[in-house]
């Protein structure tokens, strides 16, 4: 299987063209093995690039654990590598887990609009919503210090959250229109050193009376902006920016 490696700020994944169908018949093992860091390409996601009726494509993400979800990281590289393939120039629209999307990429640079967000809740002083797929959002200080792994895992095998998981982002405000996010992803069962769809719930946490948040990730791979309106206690006409980057290309015989 010829299979492409793409980072969008260190959050990386498997990319397959399956436009002809060749992989539908990937199982949720043969994804496992091929998201294994010591024994496969090693990856926090696997995508498959299918085609769509009335889509330019279909954005098909599995976590590493083989569990599907939508993931605003994934879905930025697969707009690069759709962009590779010629599938499109400019602009571009796809269906993923979490219904339609629109999308453009300039330069390797890649705006995604997520789709709105209708409720927020609280959990004690910390919020829960849904950017695509569910996020915890809670408030520390000395984040570069903080323990992600223990208390992410804490926190999304807690007693309410457990069955269905939730990811677990980490915030520390910089300034007035900067956050820092660190964050424990559902279906990696680990920090992951970006997540598009938890910089997006935590940034939509952070609005006050700005549209556009930068946020700093744990590692050097860039950083990701966040424009959003609030409307009450929801959001809408959400853009998710960033870059999106081909590491290499590769063969891998699946067993
Ligand atoms: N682990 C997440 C999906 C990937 C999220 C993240 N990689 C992103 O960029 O949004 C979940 O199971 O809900």
């Keep these: 299987m010829e299979f492409y490696k793409y980072q969008g700020t260190g959050n990386d994944f498997v990319m397959i063209d399956n436009r002809s169908g060749e992989w539908d018949g990937l199982s949720i093992d043969n994804i496992r093995k091929l998201c294994d860091r010591r024994f496969g390409i090693g990856a926090d996601g696997l995508i498959k690039i299918n085609k769509a009726e009335g889509f330019d494509f279909e954005v098909d993400y599995y976590n590493s654990d083989g569990s599907k979800s939508f993931c605003g990281n994934g879905a930025r590289c697969s707009v690069a590598f759709a962009f590779f393939l010629d599938i499109f120039e400019g602009k571009c629209s796809f269906i993923a887990i979490d219904g339609a999307h629109e999308a453009e990429i300039h330069n390797g640079i890649v705006k995604l609009k997520m789709n709105d967000v209708e409720t927020i809740s609280l959990d004690g002083k910390d919020t829960v919503m849904n950017t695509g797929s569910p996020h915890y959002v809670k408030y520390v200080e000395d984040l570069v210090n903080y323990n992600v792994f223990a208390e992410g895992s804490s926190i999304r095998n807690a007693e309410n959250y457990k ?91 699946v067993l």
């Design 163 to 253: 069955e269905k998981g939730i990811n677990v982002n980490f915030v520390e405000k910089i300034n007035d229109d900067e956050i820092f996010v660190r964050t424990y992803e559902r279906g990696v069962e680990d920090e992951t050193y970006s997540c598009g769809t938890g910089v997006t719930a935590s940034a939509l946490t952070f609005l006050q009376n700005n549209n556009l948040i930068s946020v700093n990730v744990k590692t050097l791979g860039g950083n990701l902006k966040v424009y959003a309106e609030k409307n009450g206690n929801s959001f809408r006409n959400i853009w998710l920016e960033g870059p999106a980057k081909q590491v290499f290309k590769g063969r891998i015989d």
